[in-house]
């Protein structure tokens, strides 16, 4: 299973981003959300520039946005085995946090969020990086198909020798 990463060009500073005068120090935190699987990538596309500007409008700076793409899920979400999985590294004050948590609650398409806080006083001259995009997990069935498990089942299980004993010479 190889997990191919692609590099995607950072788009253009958000009008109204903010800019810091040299020496100040924010909070930096992650915030890791997961989406409902059937969004198309333009979709997760819309939804983490909708963060970022968030970021931006409440005197924020996003450092970084890493898409995981789709995964499977330790259990079920939404009656949902796998999500879209977003990651996103940010600097700002303590509103900041509230505030995104409370558009990620809001919206329809988020299933699960989580943030934590990473760091006190780091300089808000931290650069920028690139946005980047995984691939995500191979969409592989849950089950053997249907066929399949009725042709182990009539061949006594997996064929695993479960139950069978064996003479010894």
Same mark, same amino acid.
């Given at each position: ?67 995981? !793409? ?5 259990? +079920?979400? @939404? =009656?949902?085995? *796998?999500?879209?999985?977003?990651? %996103?590294? &940010?600097? !700002? ?5 509230? +505030?995104? @948590? =409370?558009?990620? *609650?809001?919206?329809?398409?988020? %299933?699960? &969020? ?56």
């Amino acid at each position: 299973m190889d997990e191919t990463t692609t590099e995607v060009a950072a788009s253009e500073p958000v009008l109204g981003a903010p800019t810091f005068p040299p020496g100040t120090t924010l909070r930096e935190y992650e915030t890791i959300f997961a989406l409902k699987p059937e969004l198309a990538d333009e979709a997760v596309d819309r939804f983490k520039e909708r963060v970022r500007s968030l970021i931006h409008r409440e005197q924020g700076k996003a450092i970084k946005f890493t898409v995981w !793409g789709k995964k499977k899920t330790q259990y +079920e979400l @939404e =009656r949902q085995n *796998r999500a879209t999985y977003v990651h %996103v590294d &940010y600097l !700002g004050q303590g509103g900041l946090v509230a +505030e995104i @948590e =409370r558009n990620l *609650r809001m919206s329809d398409d988020v %299933v699960r &969020y989580q943030t934590v806080k990473l760091g006190d006083e780091v300089s808000a001259d931290k650069p920028v990086e690139q946005d980047l995009k995984l691939a995500g997990d191979a969409d592989q069935p849950e089950r053997p198909p249907r066929e399949e498990r009725e042709r182990r089942e009539e061949f006594g299980g997996d064929g695993g020798g479960e139950g069978e004993e064996f003479e010894s010479a």
